[in-house]
């Protein structure tokens, strides 16, 4: 069974940095895209990035580029979604979920709760 | 931008009956579409892939149809387990949801 974790959310000032993880089990980890997808209280949700198997290739939301970085290690089997300059309009859960072929998602984590206040 | 709609964005329904969601993207998205599944404080879960593809252990009471710029989810028959927040995504040119659509008990 697909299994995802995230971690590393919490409270943070405007203009901080948070690093989120997200550890895969029970599929082949270095086989698949990955994404980070966010949902502020309330709202809908929001695509933030996504990588490649082998980490070569990258994308990011408008909203987050240049502020956001995303980098995995298969050794671990994880995901990592590096945050820095965060504004209030951050504040959301972030969940890690797995691309399907094409750019679906067919496996979601539990999410983290990042907060954005000061 | 590829931009989506969702409609209604709300809908009342009781068990049993038969439901429909439309989606609609501002340009062809050829069948790079998904549906999801959210109930309040859980994370999304996967219907539907590809406009018309049944997710990994879905219920066969769920149904994709549609291409090019307009797509409907269908419960043929509403469940209890249901009353969730549906939102739609495409993948044709990055990735966008839809607003969403709350099914919730008349």
């Known amino acids: 069974e697909v299994h995802l974790v995230e971690s590393g959310g919490g409270l943070v000032q405007p203009g901080g940095s948070l690093r989120l993880s997200c550890v895969g089990s029970g599929f082949t980890f270095s086989s698949h895209w990955m994404s980070w997808v966010r949902q502020a209280p309330g709202k809908g949700l929001e695509w933030v990035a996504n990588i490649k198997e082998d980490g070569t290739d990258k994308y990011f939301a408008d909203s987050v580029t240049g502020r956001f970085t995303i980098s995995r290690d298969n050794a671990k089997n994880s995901v990592y979604l590096q945050m820095d300059n965060l504004r209030a309009e951050d504040t959301a859960m972030y969940y890690c979920a797995r691309d399907c072929l094409g750019g679906c998602f067919d496996n979601w984590g539990q999410g983290t709760l990042v907060t954005v206040s000061s | 931008d590829v931009q989506m709609t969702q409609s209604p964005s709300a809908l009342s329904a009781s068990v049993g009956d038969r439901v429909t969601i439309t989606c609609r993207a501002s340009q062809s998205i050829d069948s790079e579409l998904a549906w999801y599944q959210q109930k309040p404080g859980k994370a999304p879960k996967s219907l539907i892939y590809?406009?018309?593809n049944l997710g990994s252990g879905v219920p066969s009471r769920f149904s994709g149809s549609g291409s090019g710029t307009e797509f409907t989810l269908t419960i043929s028959s509403l469940q209890p387990d249901d009353f969730a927040t549906y939102y739609c995504q495409q993948y044709r040119t990055y990735k966008m949801f839809g607003p969403g659509t709350r099914v919730d008990m008349k």
């Open positions: 590809k406009a018309s």
